[in-house]
């Protein structure tokens, strides 16, 4: 059975369904009716660096629901000739399977719904109901999408297309302005006002693909310059017909990201360049929900998560950030004594190759690692600790924790780009101090990492 023929059998029911949906209306046989909303207005809205400031009020507010009415009309059509029609041809002259959630009544179930809200559906949004219920029963993917609340992150463009199919744009005042069913309303979540909205749209038809790119893109933006980047919210959508693709996805976490950054309008070529780089070699362990295989760059990534947006001590923060560099540049055995020295030089050595100052790495690595081993052994940093690195960083210790956070950030890239082995790649760093051989060994292994990172200058030295 050609797509045409299906094609001229829905078009032929979707023009009964919309006469029957008149005729009942006309003759009073359904009504719509009354549903509580709980309407969200915005009484101010205001974005600047600091995030987005957003003064909400509430009101209850009915609109008609054709919820039974719908019901109604669909029993009445799947009772016609054309419904039936439709079943059979497509039974026995193609290979579809009348499974459930069945595809036909989902479709009958959307062109309803639609004739009920307004009976003068145009024929264009016909048409594209009608080709994505046969690219449905044909198992292709259709356009879906997600558009995702986002913390963490402050934009100085309204928006910004980072990829095709990817778009990064400020909060608009109407983003806040919603209604929600008070039956949905009692068991709304509440989230922090987002920083930034990301819509992502890809063709898919497995709703753990849009998740999937959903956490790939908060990874990428988390990664390009240190910041607590989270998604609060965020809804699915798909033009799916006979396929339930939608819902909303909510983080549970009900705190602001602890520490945004900001993103300049000079860095939005850089930002696209990174992410066309980045998204090609980022480990499916960081975003995919099927892959289970733990190594030490998803474990270094995993502490610089928790660094990011866990909220508390500098000195725990400052561990977990340490903690990270240690997985990637200590070896899993025989390693035990001078690990503050080691991991000082190791890092020293691999990032002064990417143009940054090889000596302030190895003294804020020593003062870092000096702060890990108070906490991890049960303590905190005296009053006069605190004082000393307050006036060593700038008159604050987070300045030191944003130093950290960022060589992990950079060595986690340089560990993605790496095809040796950890071992063999720390013997490379190791060797490299000694041998002018293996100090231009480690230049080329470094090469995709520079091509990468040139996109991305992080905190400035």
């Not at 499974?99 to 959307?110: A, C, D, G, T, Y």
């Not at 449905?136 to 558009?147: E, H, L």
């Amino acid at each position: 059975m050609k797509d045409e023929e299906i094609r001229d059998l829905l078009l032929h029911l979707a023009i009964v369904t919309k006469e029957i949906v008149k005729s009942e209306k006309v003759n009073g046989l359904i009504k719509p009716e009354s549903e509580l909303f709980e309407h969200w207005g915005v009484t101010s809205f205001s974005y600047d660096d600091t995030g987005c400031h957003v003064g909400k009020s509430g009101t209850q507010i009915t609109k008609p629901s054709w919820i039974r009415g719908l019901f109604q009309i669909r029993e009445i059509v799947i009772k016609t000739d054309e419904y039936r029609q439709l079943m059979d041809d497509l039974k026995t002259k193609t290979s579809f399977k009348e499974i459930e959630p069945n595809p036909v009544s989902r479709f009958l179930h959307k062109i309803v719904s639609e004739y009920l809200e307004d009976e003068t559906i145009p024929e264009v949004r016909l048409h594209v109901l009608i080709d994505n219920f046969i690219m449905d029963i044909q198992n292709k993917p259709v356009k879906s999408g997600a558009i995702v609340q986002v913390s963490g992150i402050i934009l100085h463009s309204d928006e910004i297309e980072i990829a095709p199919g990817v778009l990064l744009r400020k909060p608009k005042k109407e983003d806040f302005e919603i209604d929600i069913p008070v039956q949905v309303f009692r068991f709304f979540p509440h989230v922090p006002d987002p920083t930034a909205f990301l819509e992502i749209s890809l063709q898919t038809k497995m709703p753990t693909n849009i998740q999937e790119e959903v956490t790939k893109a908060i990874t990428i933006l988390r990664l390009f310059k240190p910041g607590s980047v989270k998604w609060n919210t965020y809804r699915m959508y798909s033009e799916s017909v006979s396929q339930f693709l939608g819902g909303t996805m909510t983080s549970g976490e009900s705190h602001s990201a602890i520490d945004n950054y900001i993103l300049q309008d000079n860095e939005i070529k850089n930002l696209k360049n990174f992410w066309m780089r980045l998204s090609s070699i980022l480990p499916p362990i960081f975003y995919r929900f099927d892959v289970g295989k733990v190594d030490h760059i998803s474990i270094a990534y995993n502490r610089y998560t928790d660094s990011l947006l866990q909220n508390g001590l500098n000195e725990r923060r400052i561990a977990n950030a340490i903690m990270g560099l240690e997985a990637l540049y200590f070896k899993p055995t025989g390693e035990l004594q001078e690990l503050q020295y080691r991991l000082g030089i190791r890092v020293a050595k691999m990032l002064g190759k990417l143009n940054f100052d090889p000596i302030k790495i190895r003294c804020a690595i020593k003062d870092a690692y000096t702060i890990r081993s108070i906490f991890s052994h049960g303590g905190h940093l005296s009053y006069k600790e605190k004082r000393k690195y307050e006036a060593k960083y700038d008159g604050n210790i987070k300045n030191l924790l944003k130093l950290i956070l960022d060589y992990l950030r950079v060595s986690i890239i340089v560990s993605m780009t790496i095809r040796s082995e950890k071992d063999e790649f720390i013997d490379i760093i190791d060797n490299a101090m000694i041998d002018d051989a293996a100090n231009q060994r480690l230049l080329g292994v470094l090469n995709q990492a520079k091509n990468i990172l040139e996109f991305n200058k992080g905190t400035p030295e």
